[in-house]
């Protein structure tokens, strides 16, 4: 199967990335970790960073063996009025562009 270049993964659409600085440090610091320092500079939470979903949704899948970075969310909770009642939160798997590869439509994998 073809690597995943960042060019290609800087070019493909946006994430649902909503913007928090949180889950952007919680990811950087586990990419400088795994991968070192260098790295972050290939990060782009708009792009480079994805839920097992959102790569499938572009045509990748997560490699063999790959583990997900690990990152929260907030779902809220409203009443039949749109009020907020209350806040959960909610763990998510974040996966970088390293852990991905290009699907092959050819292979039969059975």
């Given at each position: 199967m073809k690597g995943t270049s960042i060019k290609e993964i800087m070019n493909s659409p946006v994430s649902n990335w909503t913007g928090s600085e949180t889950t952007k440090n919680m990811i950087e610091e586990q990419i400088r970790e795994r991968w070192g320092e260098s790295e972050l500079k290939n990060y782009n939470p708009m792009h480079s960073?994805?839920?097992?979903q959102g790569w499938m949704n572009l045509g990748y899948r997560v490699k063999k063996g790959e583990r997900a970075l690990k990152s929260i969310t907030y779902v809220e909770g409203k009443?039949?009025?749109?009020?907020?009642?209350?806040?959960?939160?909610?763990?998510?798997n974040i996966y970088y562009f390293r852990q991905v590869q290009k699907v092959d439509n050819n292979r039969n994998d059975e």
């Open positions: 960073a994805r839920t097992f009443d039949e009025k749109g009020n907020i009642t209350r806040r959960m939160r909610r763990p998510c």
